[in-house]
């Protein structure tokens, strides 16, 4: 079935270092690829998607690529902010319904200045 | 209102006690989802509504918990004689006419069951 797989926290960097955190997935289909954040005492959010092969999506600073190939959706960020410090979550879906739509297990990012 | 709404934001409660936890999704958004978030855990499904179909249920962990979704707007999720294993964050969110790429999540509600 289809599932992410996603880097495990915490992940703790300096202000400015550069940010990567790693999200695979498995997927019978040709999913739509999301990262959520969660800043503290807040819900989830959407942060960025790509919707098919090679899509890169971005905000805030942030990208990520869709990599049918290694089967990928990496975030990355060139330099992190204290303000970025919240859970990170990434994310497929195979289309309507809740049944089709998977979350990994989220990574905590802490940014010390 | 702005966003998806989720009360209370904090509960505790007692082994045994039965708790409602409130969503009020964003206005017009058709599809209604609730999540739970334990320590450490990712998000769990826990059950879906669409419109006016039969919600997806396959999500709810045990027969102690139920939800409802009134008027096709505000839902209740109701867990029975709580155990402290149920002692989570329960995730509410919404989205419009069933658009799975992009869900608005409340802030939760933190239950703890002691």
């Given amino acids: ?17 550069f940010l990567t955190i790693n999200c695979t997935y498995t997927a019978t289909g ?34 990520a690529t869709y990599r049918k190939e290694t089967t990928s ?9 204290v303000s970025d410090s919240a859970v990170y979550f990434c994310a497929l879906s195979e289309g309507p319904g809740a049944n089709n739509l998977f979350f990994g297990t989220g990574t905590r990012l802490t940014v010390i200045p | 209102g702005a966003g998806v709404s989720q009360s209370p934001s904090n509960k505790v409660t007692e082994k045994g006690k039965d708790v409602e936890l409130r969503c009020d999704p964003i206005s017009g958004h058709t599809a209604l989802y609730w999540y ?4 450490g855990q990712g998000l769990e499904f826990l059950i879906y509504f669409q419109g006016n179909s039969a919600p997806d249920k396959s999500g ?23 155990q402290q294993e149920d002692s989570a964050v329960y995730l509410c969110a919404s ?6 790429e992009k869900l608005f999540f409340g802030s939760g509600t933190q239950l703890s069951v002691l």
């Fill in chain 1, 1 to 17: 079935g289809d599932s992410v797989t996603q880097m495990e926290g915490p992940v703790t960097l300096s202000e400015e270092a």
């Fill in chain 1, 30 to 63: 040709y999913p739509s690829l999301f990262w959520y954040v969660q800043y503290p005492g807040e819900g989830l959010q959407l942060l960025l998607k790509a919707t098919k092969a090679d899509d890169k999506g971005s905000n805030k600073g942030f990208e």
């Fill in chain 1, 73 to 81: 959706f990496h975030l990355e960020k060139g330099s992190v902010q």
């Fill in chain 2, 36 to 39: 739970r978030q334990s320590l």
């Fill in chain 2, 60 to 82: 709810l962990p045990s027969d102690r918990f139920s939800a409802e979704r009134t008027g096709g707007s505000v839902s209740t999720l109701t867990i029975q004689r709580t």
């Fill in chain 2, 95 to 100: 989205s419009p006419l069933g658009n799975d």
